[in-house]
């Protein structure tokens, strides 16, 4: 059996919500050790590399305004750019319903529409996106957690239909291939408001209408980075078993026989892979309940390599926003180059992310291969498929982001991270202002402020 060591503050999971908590301890004087159960640093930050380009598996793009992550990345002398002239490309992209290409252009005037007016216009991946923002009750993105608006912790169906929107109208504003949950019956109504009002608080007062950035060499850099700045490496491969109190001590086992006794923990961990980790005594009734009951967003990535310009052959639009199993295809440029297509990546999510879950790697690239290639004949032997990256299978991640289903924000969103006197809780899903890496930031200052305390 291995020597116990003792540190102040140990911390569980290095992602950048973990990383940060580290670095403002170390700052305090504090002598921290990190945990981190998979093999690298960054949690759900990863910069895959295809081909010598590089594919961001997560923490796709940074923020106009992500205040704490500009200063994280000025400390480490890393480079942002600016991917506003990436992503209007983005902006050039088909719909596949129902096995027939639309193109952009028609779908205002397409049979198959079922709108009037004005929101004939509104293309369906951003149909929903521009209701979070027009019809959105929150003035600031905090609100969302507030008494008054909890009777909006409604499913989105049932706000859509409040909204006066029948039910062919709701499957195509939120039914496919979905960012939160598997279709309108889902996901709470609050938490998608509460992302538009996080949105709409990005695109204010944003110098030179930049939309985002992201690193030069991958968004990779940002927690390996964090990580070697620390005073102590980041103890890779190490999953925690087990959480034990005694008197003012906790004890901390790893799955490797390592031990360690501390006065504090930080659990920078998403509700799946908590549910792993043995708690004497156990959780609140409530934490515990709200750990178990909250879901992650099933999610795969798969990166596809290009033979030829398929697109040019069938006179649609590189990416596609489809109602079948490739889901957004995306078609992946360079910043210095936007025009260039490098490779073309499947966002599948909801269900048929699942369904790929349930097959080996090979055999899920090429089903998604051969669903494109039944859109667009001309994409056959266009492709080669390069690798994918599951959130929801792996066992450390479960997913790619937590999102609350109607009624939990109400019921969870208070004690899902629920500081204990020797145990605190950070990362993005237990922000209140931000999203996204910002918003694990925000909790690690959270959780470290709890024990400075």
């Not at 295809?50 to 000025?74: D, H, K, W």
């Not at 025009?339 to 909801?350: E, K, P, R, S």
Request: glycine letters at 8%.
């Amino acid at each position: 059996m291995r020597p116990v060591e003792r540190r102040d503050v140990i911390i569980v999971g290095a992602g950048i919500s973990g990383l940060h908590a580290a670095h403002l301890l170390e700052e305090a004087g504090l002598n921290v050790e990190v945990l981190e159960a998979q093999g690298q640093v960054g949690g759900r930050i990863r910069s895959m590399r295809q081909l010598g380009r590089n594919a961001e598996a997560g923490g796709t793009y940074i923020g106009a305004r992500y205040e704490r992550l500009f200063r994280i990345a000025s400390r480490h002398d890393l480079r942002l750019i600016d991917v506003t002239p990436v992503l209007q490309f983005f902006r050039e992209q088909d719909l596949a319903l129902q096995g027939e290409i639309i193109s952009a252009q028609h779908w205002s005037s397409h049979w198959r529409n079922p709108f009037s007016g004005s929101e004939r216009e509104l293309l369906p991946w951003n149909f929903h996106r521009v209701l979070m923002t027009r019809d959105n009750p929150l003035e600031n993105p905090a609100d969302w957690l507030a008494p008054k608006h909890q009777a909006l912790d409604v499913s989105m169906h049932d706000w859509l239909l409040g909204k006066g929107y029948n039910e062919a109208q709701v499957k195509l504003i939120y039914g496919m291939n979905v960012s939160f949950g598997c279709d309108a019956h889902d996901v709470s109504a609050l938490q998608l408001l509460f992302r538009g009002a996080f949105s709409q608080s990005q695109r204010t007062a944003v110098a030179d209408d930049v939309l985002g950035y992201t690193v030069d060499g991958g968004v990779q850099q940002i927690p390996d980075a964090m990580a070697a700045s620390l005073g102590r490496e980041v103890r890779c491969s190490s999953p925690v078993e087990s959480i034990d109190h005694h008197g003012e001590d906790v004890e901390v086992s790893c799955a490797n026989g390592a031990r360690f006794v501390c006065r504090h923990v930080v659990l920078a961990v998403p509700p799946g892979p908590l549910r792993r980790i043995r708690f004497s005594p156990d959780l609140p009734r409530r934490q515990a309940e709200a750990l178990s009951a909250v879901p992650s967003q099933p999610l795969t990535q798969v990166y596809l390599g290009i033979k030829r310009s398929f697109w040019q052959e069938d006179g649609h639009a590189a990416s596609l926003f489809s109602d079948s199993l490739c889901g957004m295809l995306a078609a992946a440029r360079s910043a210095d180059a936007p025009d260039h297509v490098t490779h073309l990546t499947a966002w599948v999510q909801g269900r048929n992310a699942l369904m790929l879950d349930g097959v080996d790697t090979a055999t899920a690239g090429q089903m998604v291969i051969a669903d494109i290639e039944r859109l667009r004949p001309a994409a056959v032997g266009a492709l080669e498929f390069l690798g994918m990256q599951s959130w929801s299978a792996c066992r450390y991640t479960q997913g790619a982001w937590v999102y609350f289903k109607p009624g939990q924000v109400q019921r969870y969103a208070a004690s899902l991270g629920l500081s204990l006197p020797r145990v605190h809780f950070c990362g993005e899903h237990l922000a209140k202002d931000a999203r996204g890496m910002e918003g694990a930031l925000e909790s690690a200052e959270s959780a470290v402020s709890a024990i400075l305390r």
